[in-house]
C-alpha cells in the first residue's frame, strides 16, 4: 500500500472532535495501576509457591505420574513375559534332547541285543 491521506472524509474527522463522547474520554484519566500492585503481585507469586495449587496443575502432575507408571508397568510386563518364554523355550529344549536321548538309547539297545547284550560297559550286572 502507498503512504498517502486517509480515506476519511472530512465529516467523520470532524465528527469525532464535536462528539461529547470523545471528549469525556479524552478528559478521563488512564488507567494505570498503582505502585503497590508489582510488590503485590510478587507477594501472591511468592505464596502460591512453584506450581500453584490449581485443578489444572493437579490433572498435569497426575497425568505425568500415571504416564509413568504405564510406561513402567508396561516395561515390567514386558520384562516379565519375555523372562517366562525364555524360561518355556528351555525346558521345551531340554524336553526334545531327553526325547532324543531315550530314542538313542533305544536304536542302540536293539543293536546290541543282536551282537552281544554283555559287552556293553553300562549294563554292568555287578551292581
Known amino acids: 500500500m502507498k503512504a498517502g ?7 467523520n474527522t470532524r465528527w469525532g472532535e464535536n462528539d461529547p463522547l470523545w471528549h469525556l474520554l479524552g478528559q478521563a484519566p488512564r488507567p494505570e495501576p498503582d505502585g503497590w500492585f508489582a510488590a503485590r503481585a510478587l507477594a501472591r507469586c511468592r505464596h502460591e509457591g512453584p506450581g500453584g495449587d490449581t485443578v489444572v496443575v493437579r490433572y498435569v502432575r497426575f497425568a505425568q ?11 515390567v510386563a514386558m520384562a516379565v513375559a519375555f523372562v517366562v518364554t525364555q524360561i518355556n523355550s528351555e525346558k521345551v529344549d531340554n524336553q526334545k534332547n ?3 536321548a531315550f530314542e538313542i538309547v533305544a536304536s542302540i539297545d536293539t543293536d546290541s541285543d543282536s551282537s552281544s547284550s554283555s559287552s556293553s560297559s553300562w549294563q554292568d550286572s555287578s551292581l
Open 5 to 11: 491521506p486517509s480515506n476519511d472524509s472530512p465529516q
Open 98 to 100: 531327553v526325547q532324543e
Open 65 to 75: 505420574v500415571w504416564r509413568w507408571a504405564l510406561g513402567g508397568g508396561l516395561a
